[in-house]
Nanobody
Framework: QLVESGGGLVQAGGSLRLSCAAS???????MGWFRQAPGREREFVAA????????DYADSVMGRFTISRDNAKNMVYLQMNSLRPEVTAVYYC?????????????????WGQGTQVTVSS
């Protein structure tokens, strides 16, 4: 089970750090962050390999978001900087079914309940 936290309301240009806590060990899984805005499909944001050595980002967040993990604590993080109103969405953490390098929501499992991120202009 995955539980996201750290969302909230922030002004444009601000930062947030999302956390994803796993109830089990995640050390052998690639992990990912997705987001879903009202009326839109769930979209890929970032993913990280099991070791943390591989990271993949959507073009829209490259250079502003950073994904990281702490396998000893079974935690995954998403540092979000220079936030813009268009990133307002519910953010979800998930575990990859088949390793690193996938971006489709169907490639991931064990979704958390999500955490709301709202960026005001």
């Amino acid at each position: 089970q995955l539980v996201e936290s750290g969302g909230g309301l922030v002004q444009a240009g601000g930062s947030l750090r999302l956390s994803c806590a796993a109830s089990g060990r995640i050390g052998s899984y690639a992990m990912g962050w997705f987001r879903q805005a009202p009326g839109r499909e769930r979209e890929f944001v970032a993913a990280i390999s099991w070791s943390g050595g591989g990271r993949d980002y959507a073009d829209s967040v490259m250079g502003r978001f950073t994904i990281s993990r702490d396998n000893a604590k079974n935690m995954v993080y998403l540092q979000m900087n220079s936030l813009r109103p268009e990133v307002t969405a519910v953010y979800y953490c998930a575990a990859a079914r088949s390793g690193f390098g996938f971006r489709r929501a169907t490639d991931f499992t064990s979704w958390g309940q999500g955490t709301q991120v709202t960026v005001s202009s």
